[in-house]
């Protein structure tokens, strides 16, 4: 058995509206190296978790309850693949925090698609990503993606909602009629040497704030996004080669004429 | 035969109607993998395509050679569970292929219906087109899919998984693959279209992959399914034939040695369906179940293609005689005849 850590650093700074967190501590992993946990453990650190309701939901809507060790959780094998929600949360009385993370974990086949887990109400208050990357994809820098704000199961309209880097962006809209915001996650990384991969981890998170009578929700979804690859890949480059290609073909088509024509 | 209706008309309205499906079908069938019809499709529809109803077979053949048996075999772990998703997955594949055998390529798949859709614009702008290749050609080329397939899609994932290659060629098929590129960018998705400078095999890749398919779509508006000839999809089917319930059939006449209709009606240049005199089930390797060989052919019954045992299609000298008619108003139909028959017209001469 083996454990990996999620070592991606957020600032405290990063973390406007909620106490709680998702961070971790250790050196950052490149993507590839988060990539290949191949169902293992997987440690989460969860700062000022203290007191924390912490849930993981699997992809087949089942949760398990999960302990704060040494300012993180263990995510156990569950065996089966799919997105798992970690989920946290600490009750004020006035005032409930929480923070959600969604996690792609390989195992044997759940058979049940992310939509069920991001239709499900996990929590009073919370940011769902509409959609979540596709099995096997994940956020990456100019990209647009978009979430839904919702209370009680209910899409909530005319709410600002921030979207923070762990890079330092900051970004803010406010939710339509259905509850719905898109942001163009910012290319933010610093240092990205055009033409060459980079294969570094960065957080964002998405935050928003709702009141109903005396009490306060605050709610987090956290993330990890990568370097866009755009950096590396060339479509121009790649529209001349088509072109060479079109160019060639139009050739040997031409000398083919003399000898297969009819 | 109804004076419009034909077999090849029917074929290219069912290409239509699988193209948008499995192009744009995710709509209704969901986003994710999951929400995938059967992950193993026994055609050319792309995962890369994220709106896309179905992805094929060749995509999780890679991976779990990468990251199942590969990874088993480097690692002394069970064989057994290494294997096992690729049974899973070809068990997959077989449940569909028995249905419609090879026909997945003729009618189905996305690629090979944009090839015959070039074809005709091909035809239509009055470019010459190779009605058939020479016998050497076609002897050469058939090899190479065989090559790409125990290659691209079973040797290199697998080597890559046991740590001999880099990542980068985990999935070398796909990265090659032009129904990657077409079908994303039907979608508005011009996001596969790049050279990749990460590294020599990525910059190889993407070079290849861009240059395959130019080349491809020049190639198709003159040469009659040039990728087909070479898709290791096509070898797939061509190993598991045998047990398809759709298959073309010969009852051969001693005419079938002369008139070779059937052979310069094929798109894949099979000469063996005019050749072979011995063979009752002569679908061939390179077949794709079209049933351009039987709408060609003018005797009675000698093609036929065979559900089971029960006869679909047959060929007719009734059916030939007008679908050679058909054909030839087909053809004689193009934009530069147009613009010839209108500039002769008076008063439609443009100043």
């Given at each position: 058995m083996y454990r990996r850590l999620l070592a991606v650093v957020i600032s405290a700074s990063f973390l406007p509206l909620t106490g709680i967190?998702?961070?971790?501590?250790?050196?950052?992993?490149?993507?590839?190296?988060?990539?290949?946990?191949?169902?293992?453990?997987?440690?989460?650190?969860?700062?000022?978790?203290?007191?924390?309701?912490?849930?993981?939901?699997?992809?087949?809507?089942?949760?398990?309850?999960?302990?704060?060790?040494?300012?993180?959780?263990?995510?156990?094998?569950?065996?089966?693949?799919?997105?798992?929600?970690?989920?946290?949360?600490?009750?004020?009385?006035?005032?409930?925090?929480?923070?959600?993370?969604?996690?792609?974990?390989?195992?044997?086949?759940?058979?049940?698609?992310?939509?069920?887990?991001?239709?499900?109400?996990k929590t009073e208050f919370e940011i769902v990503p509409a959609p979540i990357p596709r099995e096997h994809y994940r956020y990456h820098s100019q990209q647009r993606w978009g979430f839904v704000v919702r209370f009680e199961?209910?899409?909530?309209?005319?709410?600002?909602?921030?979207?923070?880097?762990?890079?330092?962006?900051?970004?803010?809209?406010?939710?339509?009629?259905?509850?719905?915001?898109?942001?163009?996650?910012?290319?933010?990384?610093?240092?990205?040497?055009?033409?060459?991969?980079?294969?570094?981890?960065?957080?964002?998170?998405?935050?928003?704030?709702?009141?109903?009578?005396?009490?306060?929700?605050?709610?987090?979804?956290?993330?990890?996004?990568?370097?866009?690859?755009?950096?590396?890949?060339?479509?121009?480059?790649?529209?001349?080669?088509?072109?060479f290609g079109f160019i060639a073909g139009s050739v040997i088509g031409r000398v083919k004429k003399g000898g297969d024509g009819k | 035969m109804n004076s419009i209706l034909n077999l090849s008309l029917l074929r290219k309205l069912v290409q239509i109607g699988a193209f948008v499906f499995f192009v744009y079908g995710g709509l209704v069938t969901g986003y994710y993998l999951e929400d995938k019809i059967s992950r193993s499709l026994p055609a050319l529809s792309c995962a890369y395509d994220h709106q896309g109803a179905d992805l094929c077979t060749l995509i999780p053949i890679q991976h779990q050679m990468d990251h199942r048996l590969g990874e088993a075999i480097a690692n002394g772990g069970n064989l057994m569970m290494g294997i096992m998703p690729t049974l899973i997955t070809l068990g997959t594949f077989l449940l569909l292929f028995v249905v419609l055998n090879k026909a997945f390529c003729g009618w189905i798949c996305p690629l090979g219906s944009f090839q015959e859709i070039l074809q005709i614009i091909g035809q239509k702008l009055g470019l010459r087109r190779h009605e058939s290749l020479s016998e050497n050609l076609v002897e050469r080329i058939r090899p190479v899919k065989w090559f790409i397939l125990l290659l691209l899609v079973f040797a290199f994932p697998l080597l890559t998984g046991m740590g001999m290659l880099n990542h980068d060629l985990g999935d070398p098929f796909c990265r090659i693959c032009p129904s990657r590129i077409l079908t994303t960018l039907a979608t508005g998705d011009s996001s596969q279209i790049y050279l990749d400078t990460a590294n020599t095999t990525t910059i190889v890749t993407s070079l290849l992959a861009d240059f395959l398919f130019g080349l491809m779509i020049a190639l198709a508006l003159t040469v009659r399914q040039p990728f087909c000839r070479i898709c290791p999809m096509l070898a797939m089917h061509a190993v598991f034939r045998k047990i398809g319930l759709l298959r073309l059939v010969k009852n051969a006449t001693p005419r079938c040695d002369r008139?070779?209709?059937?052979?310069?009606?094929?798109?894949?240049?099979?000469?063996?369906?005019?050749?072979?005199?011995?063979?009752?089930?002569?679908?061939?390797?390179?077949?794709?179940?079209?049933?351009?060989?039987?709408?060609?052919?003018?005797?009675?019954?000698?093609?036929?293609?065979?559900?089971?045992?029960?006869?679909?299609?047959?060929?007719?000298?009734?059916?030939?005689?007008?679908?050679?008619?058909?054909?030839s108003q087909w053809q004689k139909r193009t934009l530069i005849g147009w613009f010839r028959k209108r500039s002769a017209i008076p008063g439609t001469e443009s100043s």
């Open positions: 967190s998702f961070a971790a501590d250790g050196e950052s992993l490149p993507a590839e190296a988060a990539h290949n946990h191949r169902g293992g453990e997987k440690r989460i650190i969860l700062e000022n978790g203290e007191d924390a309701v912490i849930t993981l939901w699997k992809p087949d809507l089942t949760t398990e309850p999960l302990t704060l060790e040494h300012g993180g959780v263990t995510l156990p094998k569950t065996g089966m693949d799919n997105y798992h929600v970690i989920l946290a949360e600490k009750d004020w009385g006035d005032h409930k925090e929480v923070v959600i993370r969604y996690e792609y974990r390989h195992g044997p086949p759940s058979k049940q698609s992310p939509s069920r887990l991001t239709a499900q109400q199961g209910q899409p909530v309209g005319g709410l600002e909602v921030e979207l923070q880097t762990s890079n330092g962006s900051h970004l803010s809209v406010t939710s339509d009629a259905e509850g719905r915001v898109e942001f163009l996650i910012p290319d933010d990384f610093p240092g990205v040497v055009k033409g060459e991969r980079d294969r570094r981890l960065g957080q964002f998170s998405v935050s928003s704030e709702y009141h109903q009578g005396d009490r306060r929700y605050t709610t987090q979804l956290s993330a990890d996004y990568r370097v866009s690859p755009s950096h590396w890949q060339s479509t121009r480059l790649g529209l001349l080669i088509v072109g | 008139c070779g209709l059937c052979a310069k009606a094929c798109p894949m240049d099979i000469r063996e369906i005019h050749t072979d005199m011995e063979s009752r089930n002569v679908t061939f390797e390179d077949c794709t179940l079209c049933g351009r060989c039987v709408e060609f052919c003018p005797d009675q019954d000698v093609l036929q293609l065979k559900y089971t045992r029960f006869p679909v299609f047959s060929s007719s000298p009734h059916y030939f005689k007008q679908r050679k008619k058909q054909q």
